[in-house]
């Protein structure tokens, strides 16, 4: 397609763009208003992040998610990479599409039926409810992620190089500890990345697979929501808001300098 | 005599037999590892759901009766199996539950079409950007997706309210005199829905324009053809297996949502997912809870493997053009 800038498309993308950030500009904006009110400019303040910093249970509970979320994406990713390579490289298995159907089921399912179900599984092999069930639960439905990340970059990638190394007397397991996973190691990182905001956003199976002692931060947050909009709110959205975006924009400058490396590299 | 085919005890030649048996059961291990995950984790739940729809709500701790029993009858074990149809009999009769799911049908079908309209223009301006442009422009559409979800629809609530940004900004206009009721109706729901779900329509469409080959519709507009009229004749089928699957990426979960309307919604529309949630949570009702979730899972199961398909599909040919490559 001839790349260009028209009228039309410029209204749409400027329309499309301004639809998706204002709602989040005005968020971040109010958090930073003096009042209480969230429709009435009160004028600046720190004061709702410096009330954040005493919110000891608030502070528990993104401890919490943190750690679930860390974990649970570190499983996904081993399990979630196992998978996207079985789809790939091993073509024919027996039982391959029911394999593949669990695989991208988990992408669409609702999560009120992945959290009730996985919450009922739980319960009937008496497995105490907590952080590791929450986790577990996360790593299940990050890993399909994973797996239809690292899937793309394995089918895009020329199957010749790891053909070569095994010619040349490797071994599968070396092969892919020395050709395929430096390959796909940008897929793997983004494949991570994602797994933990998952983890980190997610409300609905978190509530369901949880137990005592184990309250994460959508769930603090979800239940201050339901009696109100304040500050407070927008003041750890914020920050929230922040700790992605920084995430995000350095796992792509990261990318591209790796990509700016190998170029040189090539020529 | 006594050291005979004794294996060496060095930690050396026990790391060497293990890793020789890695290799040899290599290919079983990375299949199996994450077969079996999904397997239990994924699988074998919704058997238990199923399960569970058919047994009866009791006052314990799990709060429900078991299916299967064992019974010692004379000489021999009886295996007793209490199928109560019960809880589906309930989702039919109270209209309550049939106006729940026909409510999420609707609200997810609108809300489809509605962000079809708004992701369709703006996947076309991204393919057509500037190269320079699109990876910062796409990287954009992206971005909102990676920030929680709970607060992007919390950011909604401020807005919309009766003493809102919205209404405050209206009225400071002059466009209306009264402040507008839109938050807690359906309203608030499909905006909340366009809003979460945008990325998972723009970017398939996105990918199926950035394929598509120019001089299709050079050959149009030089035939005769209006742009408008190309569009619709020659862009608009090309995109279309970007919009079948970007309909099914925000379709299926969107009938099962739940923050969206819990936050947004009002209390006379429910959806499927609250129902489910409140039988859950506020009435302790796990086998009911259950049957909605086998209910709604039974009304989700075509969109399903449609889109199963459409992955397999789209992975095969990514497959063939690096093959061709």
Redesign the interface.
Known sequence: MRPGFTPVTVTALTLGFAFLYLPILILIVFSFNASRLVTVWGGFSLKWYVELLANRQLLDAAWMTLRIALTSATVALVVGTLAGVSLTRFATFRGRTPFSAMIYAPLVMPEVITGLSLLLLFVSIDWDRGFWTVTVAHATFSAAYVAVVVQSRLLTFDAVLEEAAMDLGATPAKTFFVITLPIIAPALASGWLLAFTLSLDDLVVASFTTGPGATTLPMRIYSQVRLGVTPEINAISTVLIALVTVGVIVASLMQKRQIAARRRAAT | MLDRGLPPRSPWAIAARLGGW??RH??AL??A???L??????????L??LK?SFSEVVLAQ?PYAPLFTLVRDFDASVLNIRLNLGNYGLLWSDTLYIKAYANSLRIAAIATLLTLA?AL??A????????R??LA?V??????F???????V??????L?H???LN?ALLAVGIIDQPLTILNTDTAVYIGIV?SY?PFM?LPIYAS??K?D?SL?EAAIDLGCRPVRAFWLVTAPIALPGIVAGC??VF??A?????IPD?LGGSETLMI?QT??LE??NNRD?PL??AV?VL??LG?VV??LL??RH??RA?GK??T??GR?
């Open positions: 890695f290799e290599g290919r990375v299949i590892t994450p077969y995950w999904f397997a239990l984790f994924f699988f074998v739940p919704f238990i759901t569970l799990p708004v223009p703006m076309y301006g991204l393919a057509k950007a500037p190269d442009w699109r422009l990287m954009m559409v992206i971005l909102p990676w920030t929680s979800f709970l607060i992007r919390y950011a909604w609530i401020g807005i309210k003493d809102g940004l405050a809003y945008l723009v324009f950035d598509m120019v519709v099914l990426l299926i979960p009938v099962g949502e739940f923050v936050l997912g489910l949630w859950f949570f796990w809870a259950s979730a709604l899972l989700l969109p399903i889109f199963q992955q397999q992975s990514l497959e053009e690096a490559a």
